[in-house]
């Protein structure tokens, strides 16, 4: 029985941020979607301002499965996996598990096309990894700031340190995104829509 797809589609039952408290939760699945769309933006924005020849869409399939073997170790809160360098090591052999496990559930015809994904060892996705690293941690920031947004300071320290992390990426496609797009995350639908109604 090939399973694959049906495991997959059980992201949506994984909880994220288990160690702090919500005002709205965050699934597997959601902060798979959403780091894909900013991948994507992330790449055009490289293409657009930075001369790169990013394969946009390569970039958005990459994260889309960048956490697909979550789905049999849940989400590990950061302070837990990063806790130690035994820690890290021993999580990424359960990563490494986890990852041949699920692609053990696909049939065999299509086991190298998502190891390759998953991976990313496809010819060009060497220079799309960081734009996924980038996404995904640009994905937690926007959490944080929503989280802010709805009265919640549990995210504080979160926002702090992740700015930090975001800072010393080396990354000018995401230090153009957090100069030209981040300020919505902060508005309310009233004042996005304000705006929308201004510029038409």
Known sequence: MNTF???LFRQKYIKRWSLMRNTTSESLAEHSAQTAMLAHTLALIGNRHYKRSYNADRAAT?????????VYT??????VKYFDAAMREHYSKIEEAAK???????????????GEIFDGTAQGD????????????????IKCVEEQKSGNNEFDTAKKALGKVIDTMNCPELAW?????????GKTIDELQGEQDELS
């Open 5 to 7: 797809h049906a495991l």
């Open 177 to 185: 995104f957090m100069d030209n797009l981040l300020e919505g995350f």
């Open 62 to 70: 990459l994260a889309l499965f960048h956490d697909a073997c979550e």
């Open 74 to 79: 849940g989400d590990m809160p950061t302070p």
């Open 100 to 114: 041949e496990k699920l692609l053990s559930n696909l049939p065999e015809e299509f086991r190298g096309v998502y």
């Open 126 to 141: 060497e220079e799309l990894l960081p734009l996924v690293k980038a996404a995904d941690k640009l994905c937690a920031y």
